[in-house]
């Protein structure tokens, strides 16, 4: 009885650790005065718009190269792999330092594409650049596993049967990995809307909803930051939690 009970025990202290911030939340939001401080608006819009830009930009360039790490094996490629666990784990804030460093006004890149009227220093195309190399890690190591996990075998009998390679992958390898692609489209979309230490020293203009949230914590204080915390919230799970049911359907 004791064992039986003590996982249950466990499993309930987990959730309610997880749930107390969200609560805490609910409870601390004066909802009686809730408004919005100046500005929230423009960095929902800022982040909702350029999200969706920087989420396309990794889907396009991050499937095929999350399919050719499945299927490829090749001297070296622990180099690529190392390539993007480092990208993976620097810290935001060294991040956005070394893309400072690179695509600034100063930077070898950077100086090149200003000449070309391109400025990567707080910009619209700085955002979307903070937030592709933000999430282009976490989202090619998901859809790799996705791609890992479709049979070989399945691949090779579209290919004998007369299939080119591009139509096999998308008439076989794309359908059979589209539960585990959406979860990193999922994983990808939640990690670029919330990036702030990249946003912070590369894009701090056009403010987005992560950047706003510290300026008014630091204008206007803990209260002005819940109202904005809420819309986060609203517009950042709907397409984890749309994806996550489709994909428990899919395999109920």
């Known amino acids: 009885m004791t064992r039986s009970r003590l996982p249950v025990g466990l499993v309930a202290l987990a959730l309610s650790l997880l749930a107390m911030p969200f609560a805490g939340l609910v409870f601390a939001t004066d909802w ?3 408004g919005f401080a100046h500005g929230d608006g423009s960095a929902v819009a800022v982040s909702l ?24 094996r090749m001297r070296g490629q622990w180099l690529i792999d190392a390539l993007l666990l480092l990208a993976l784990l620097t810290p935001p804030l060294a991040m956005g330092l070394l893309l400072a460093t690179m695509f600034g006004p100063s930077g ?15 910009s619209a195309p700085a955002f979307v650049m903070a937030q592709f190399y933000a999430a282009l890690p976490y989202y090619v190591l998901a859809a790799r596993a ?12 579209a290919l004998t049967l007369g299939h080119s390679p591009a139509r096999c992958f998308f008439r076989v390898s794309l359908p059979l990995s589209k539960l585990g692609l ?5 994983l990808a979309w939640v990690r670029a809307l919330g990036e702030f230490g990249v946003v912070l020293i590369v894009a701090y203009y056009p403010q987005g909803i992560p950047v706003k949230l510290w300026t008014n914590l630091q204008d206007i204080g803990l209260s002005a930051v819940y109202p904005l ?23 109920a």
């Open 108 to 122: 070898p890149a950077g100086s090149l594409l200003e000449r070309a009227g391109l400025m990567l220093t707080n």
């Open 182 to 186: 959406a979860a990193a489209v999922a």
């Open 49 to 72: 718009g350029l999200s969706l830009v920087a989420l396309c930009l990794i889907v396009l360039l991050g499937t095929p190269l999350a399919w050719w790490l499945a299927r490829h």
């Open 32 to 34: 009686r005065h809730f």
């Open 146 to 157: 996705a791609f890992e996990g479709v049979p070989r075998e399945l691949e090779q009998v």
């Open 229 to 251: 915390l809420w819309v986060f919230f609203l517009v950042a799970l709907p397409l984890p939690l749309g994806l996550g049911l489709a994909v428990r359907r899919k395999l």
